[in-house]
């Protein structure tokens, strides 16, 4: 048996280039390309907190993490009532200079959620693939649903669709967040994770330092 402490070292001054250098370490080890994912945690009237996974689609011109999603969710309707939420993203397999491997936890504490303008929508709805936009037009997010009913809707869809694009739907909407602090957690086998833990001060100014796990 034994038992080490990790140490993260060298981090930078700004939360969102460490995040970066920290993807970029992923998908190094996915060459082909691969999708990030996050767990989105939102306040809900009925469930206290609801959380879910959502696809990271990178980070806005502002430096933001943002994701696209619906209208009509429950995520979506969550934060306009409630702009606060967190974020958090597990990364199992980052590997650093030295080819050490360890598993990172990244999270965006007290994360305000912003809706991003109409006008950036058109870009973002003509890179999404053709599953994405179908469903957009034909699942009643949380409803109960029948499958063969749903599956002669799709089919339906599709082959009026064979030629001609398909149209943005007025649900169709991204959200970027605001954090109050990022938390960077890092763990190998048989270690005591160490964090850095990044806080906004009144000033605008990061205050980056070493916290307990
Ligand atoms: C891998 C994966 C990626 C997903 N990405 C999104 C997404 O980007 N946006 C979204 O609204 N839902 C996404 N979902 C579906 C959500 O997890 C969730 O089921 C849906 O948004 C409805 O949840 P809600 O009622 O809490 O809003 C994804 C699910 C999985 C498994």
Redesign the pocket.
């Known amino acids: 048996m034994s038992s080490a402490l990790a140490k993260i070292e060298d981090f930078p001054s700004d939360p969102v280039e460490f995040f970066k250098n920290i993807l970029q370490a992923v998908t190094y080890e996915h060459p082909d390309g691969y999708?990030q994912?996050m767990n989105l945690a939102?306040v809900d009237d009925e469930f206290g907190v609801?959380n879910?996974?959502?696809?990271y689609?990178g980070l806005t011109e502002d430096n933001c993490v943002y994701?696209?999603?619906?209208r009509y969710?429950?995520?979506?309707k969550?934060l306009r009532v409630n702009p606060k939420a967190c974020i958090t993203f597990y990364l199992p397999t980052v590997k650093d200079k030295t080819g050490e491997q360890s598993t990172w936890q990244v999270r965006l504490i007290g994360a305000t959620a912003v809706e991003l303008p109409e006008s950036a929508m058109d870009a973002l709805w003509a890179k999404e693939n053709l599953s994405a936009q179908i469903r957009g037009h034909i699942c009643p997010?949380?409803e109960p649903i029948n499958y063969d009913d749903l599956k002669a809707k799709h089919d339906q869809f599709l082959l009026e669709h064979k030629e001609k694009a398909i149209e943005r739907p007025a649900s169709y909407t991204a959200l970027k967040f605001q954090p109050q602090r990022w938390d960077f957690l890092k763990v190998g086998l048989e270690q005591i994770a160490d964090r850095v833990q990044y806080r906004l001060q009144g000033n605008g100014k990061w205050e980056s330092m070493h916290v307990s796990t």
């Open positions: 999708m994912e939102t609801l879910r996974t959502v696809l689609r994701y696209i999603t619906h969710t429950r995520n979506f969550n997010c949380g």
